[in-house]
């Protein structure tokens, strides 16, 4: 390996051969669990993001019903009454 810049250029660097072994590989097993709870939270996150998507989907569909309308045949008189007793 060497560097080339506007100043110039380097020496090159003295060649090492390396070499790992194949078999020697290890397995943490802190690791391993650590990969299985970061795919559990991964689809809990998933999971609560789709249930709120899903509920404000709903919400935007049905609209939003904030008064219930009872079939009375009261007249308007009736009303001011109830409002003027507190009821």
Same mark, same amino acid.
């Not at 003295?14 to 590989?25: G, P, R």
């Not at 009261?74 to 109830?82: A, C, G, P, Q, V």
């Given at each position: 390996?060497?560097?080339?810049?506007?100043?110039?250029?380097?020496?090159?660097?003295?060649?090492?051969?390396? /070499?790992?072994?194949?078999?020697?590989?290890?397995?943490?097993?802190?690791?391993?669990? $650590?990969? &299985?709870?970061?795919?559990i939270g991964g689809a809990a996150g998933v999971v609560i993001i789709v249930a709120v998507l899903v509920v404000i989907w709903r919400h935007r /569909?049905?609209?939003?019903?904030?008064?219930?309308?009872?079939?009375?045949?009261?007249? $308007?008189? &009736?009303?001011?009454?109830?409002?003027?007793?507190?009821?």
């Amino acid at each position: 390996m060497m560097a080339l810049n506007t100043i110039g250029q380097s020496d090159w660097t003295q060649e090492i051969n390396i /070499t790992t072994l194949f078999d020697a590989v290890i397995v943490d097993k802190r690791s391993t669990s $650590s990969a &299985i709870w970061g795919l559990i939270g991964g689809a809990a996150g998933v999971v609560i993001i789709v249930a709120v998507l899903v509920v404000i989907w709903r919400h935007r /569909t049905r609209g939003l019903i904030t008064t219930k309308h009872c079939p009375t045949k009261r007249t $308007s008189f &009736i009303k001011y009454e109830d409002l003027i007793r507190g009821q």
